[in-house]
């Protein structure tokens, strides 16, 4: 079984400023990490993902994000927010690369002018 | 864009009633899921299907629930005898099934459930 904890529920940070937003994950299998944007109204969007290889991923709209196996970690960043990335952004692992999804609880990001 | 599309996006019923909801996934997606997201909670796994046959269901799917993806394409999610704890957002997500690569999961807009 997988579980993922996403840290911060709210993160308020100014625009033009650098953001990270942390998630921890557990799981007894090889996991696949993904991060999702959802935008008020929307549906849940892909921003990127970590399957294999490389631990630093980069995603749309300038974010990544780095996978630390030691510490179950797959916290995501961006070194400079716009308004537009206000959203609620959500960590999630799978066991397989096809298989069912199991999110965090979600961290809403305000970008203030 | 033929993305993943639910029907319909906003359901307000009675305790009691039925309620039945439908998504359709991306033309050539074999794999189908649904999800429910409580406020305040992430999405939290309810069932899939690939093709036409249901292979997983999760706990939270009680008796009250049912759902189809009769010939392979669009899929309905019928609720039972609502109850408010039944209030969230019903989201569907279609992929492609491919042992060789990643398949990703593509989301619809979701079905908001009130239940008064």
């Known amino acids: 079984a997988q579980s993922v904890t996403q840290l911060d529920s709210q993160v308020p940070v100014f625009e033009e400023a650098p953001v990270e937003l942390r998630c921890n994950y557990s799981?007894?299998?090889?996991?696949?990490l993904f991060w999702y944007v959802q935008y008020p109204n929307q549906g849940l969007q892909l921003l990127l993902k970590?399957?294999?290889?490389?631990?630093l991923v980069k995603g749309i709209n300038g974010f990544e994000a780095e996978f630390n196996k030691s510490q179950t970690s797959f916290h995501l960043r961006k070194p400079s927010v716009h308004i537009s990335d206000t959203a609620e952004y959500f960590c999630?692992?799978?066991?397989?690369?096809?298989?069912?999804?199991?999110f965090g609880q979600g961290t809403i990001l305000t970008v203030h002018p | 864009d033929t993305g993943v599309s639910q029907d319909p996006r906003h359901k307000i019923t009675k305790r009691g009633q039925n309620v039945t909801f439908r998504c359709d996934p991306i033309s050539e997606h074999n794999r189908l899921y649904w999800y429910r997201q409580t406020l305040g909670q992430g999405p939290e796994f309810l069932t899939y299907?690939?093709?036409?046959?249901?292979?997983?269901k999760s706990r939270l799917l009680s008796d009250r629930f049912s759902a189809e993806r009769p010939k392979g394409s669009f899929s309905t999610l019928e609720i039972q005898r609502t109850e408010q704890g039944d209030s969230a957002m019903y989201l569907c997500?279609?992929?492609?099934?491919?042992?060789?690569?990643?398949?990703?999961?593509?989301f619809g807009p979701g079905t908001r459930l009130t239940v008064l």
């Open positions: 299907f690939q093709n036409e046959a249901q292979l997983e």
């Open positions: 799981s007894s299998v090889s996991v696949y």
């Open positions: 970590y399957l294999s290889g490389s631990t």
């Open positions: 997500a279609s992929s492609l099934m491919d042992h060789g690569s990643y398949n990703e999961q593509f």
């Open positions: 999630a692992v799978s066991g397989t690369s096809y298989g069912k999804l199991t």
